[in-house]
């Protein structure tokens, strides 16, 4: 089982349509979380963390997380063509044998997300 | 505010050679992270290094190294690059604090593509 796992994809949804990215992940240890979008050719760039149980919003991005169920997931509103991209989930999973994990980022495989006029 | 900057940003090598890439973190940010992406591996922590130590360690060769100087200013070195080395270099700063804590945010340079011929 992969440390971070993500919904396959691609995904595809029309203009102002609800995209709902999902993410789960194996150590019950990890404190932090993070979604990244990425244009074809860019670098990542953070669009929310969230560290406590429940709902975080920002703008149109909403970020869900479930540590029980070791689940993170991503809903964008009224998506539109702009949001076409790789979407990442990235985990700090638990401290390592020496008791730090902060600099270590663990990633999903990505979800491309498209959105269609 | 200055972002992450990374030197160069294309890079042509032959089999056998090495390589250096340069990272300059965001102001005040003092841990300094490498990952490797690749469109069959993803993004792939490489190492995180806090005040000129090396805090964790990716599962990469030896081939693969990397330091911290005291302005936290970053280098990653390869040597005797294999064709699969040929990926987007990515570093990512942050101001390091405890797990949990937004100070752990990483933020991304524009990355380093190198091509291993």
């Known amino acids: 089982q992969k440390e971070v796992e993500q919904n396959s994809g691609p995904l595809s949804v029309p203009e102002g349509a609800i995209a709902s990215l999902n993410c789960t992940y194996s150590?019950?240890?990890?404190?932090?979380f993070f979604w990244y979008r990425q244009y074809s050719g860019k670098s990542p760039e953070l669009i929310m963390s969230i560290y406590s149980n429940g709902d975080k919003e920002d703008g149109r991005f909403t970020a869900q997380l479930n540590k029980a169920s070791q689940y993170v997931s991503l809903l964008i509103r009224d998506s539109q063509p702009s949001d076409s991209a790789t979407y990442l989930c990235a985990v700090n999973i638990g401290p390592n044998a020496g008791g730090t994990s902060y600099g270590k980022l663990t990633f999903g495989q990505g979800t491309i997300l498209t959105v269609h006029p | 505010k200055a972002g992450v900057t990374q030197t160069p940003r294309y890079l042509i090598k032959t089999r056998g050679q090495q390589v250096t890439l340069s990272c300059s973190p965001i102001s005040g940010h003092r841990s300094v992270s490498w990952y490797q992406q690749t469109p069959g591996q993803g993004l792939q922590f490489l190492f995180e290094y806090f005040s000129e130590t090396q805090r964790n360690k990716g599962n990469f060769p030896g081939r693969f190294s990397g330091r911290q100087f005291s302005n936290s200013r970053s280098e990653m070195n390869v040597s005797t690059l294999e064709l699969g080395d040929s990926a987007l270099y990515l570093c990512a700063s942050s101001l390091a604090g405890r797990v949990g804590l937004a100070k752990n945010i990483q933020y991304f340079g524009a990355g380093t593509r190198l091509s291993v011929l």
């Open positions: 150590d019950r240890v990890s404190q932090s």
